[in-house]
């Protein structure tokens, strides 16, 4: 029962650096979702997607690339990272496209550091 | 734009006793969801309850229930029973068909119990 798996689980970047964070899903969901988490803010979406191969942006796209190649990968790539990417990643899941009484299915998260 | 505020950074309570948490919400769409999720230390996003904004009754489950207010645009929790598991951080979500997908939270809230 692996649901939704995030690697890594921690990093520490340089300002500059690129780097991927993984997501996937063995739940053949079609829909996949990006936050991010920030002290006092919530979580915030970065992008989501509703199937293979279609990718939108979420309230904080920039500086993120996402692709959707299959249905059970949704990386999300920093071209370079900044200081203010610092923050808690997940990634999460639904059966269809974002239907609204849908449950999220939520990754353990990814805690990212740019120093 | 719709937002989710939820006005209480913390709370505490002793266990076995009853706590409510707040939150508050705008919008102008008449067709969405509510939602209370939970964050352990371990940081997964566990959903704890979920409400329909065109169903009066209040949903529950187990020592978990809501106090929708429609109109007052107002979704607060209420854990009876409090148990030292319980301790975490909540956000309260929203999420309608016009968005995505998209889930909209607050700020959260850092429950502690008190033995």
């Known amino acids: 029962n692996a649901g939704v798996t995030q690697t890594p689980k921690f990093q520490v970047l340089k300002t500059g650096q690129s780097m991927t964070l993984q997501c996937a899903q063995d739940m053949n969901h079609e829909y996949m979702s990006w936050y991010r988490q920030d002290p006092g803010m919530g979580l915030r979406l970065i992008h989501y997607?509703?199937?293979?191969?279609?990718?939108d942006q979420g309230e904080v796209p920039n500086g993120y690339n996402v692709s959707r190649s299959t249905t059970e990968d949704f990386p999300l790539r920093l071209l370079s990272a900044a200081p203010s990417q610092t923050s808690v990643y997940f990634c999460a899941s639904s059966l269809r496209g974002g239907a609204v009484w849908e449950k999220l299915f939520f990754g353990s998260g990814t805690q990212l550091s740019v120093l | 734009a719709q937002t989710v505020t939820q006005s209480q950074p913390e709370m505490s309570v002793q266990e076995a006793e009853t706590v409510t948490l707040s939150c508050t919400y705008d919008t102008s769409e008449s067709d969405y969801y509510l939602f209370w999720y939970k964050q352990p230390p371990s940081r997964q996003m566990i959903l704890v309850i979920r409400q329909e904004a065109y169903k009066q009754q209040n949903a529950t489950e187990n020592r978990f229930s809501v106090n929708f207010q429609k109109a007052a645009k107002s979704f607060s929790l209420k854990i009876s029973d409090s148990q030292l598991g319980d301790a975490a951080m909540y956000f309260c979500?929203?999420?309608?068909?016009?968005?995505?997908?998209?889930?909209?939270f607050g700020q959260g809230t850092e429950l502690s119990v008190k033995p």
């Open positions: 997607s509703v199937g293979a191969g279609i990718t």
């Open positions: 979500a929203y999420r309608s068909n016009n968005q995505g997908g998209k889930l909209i």
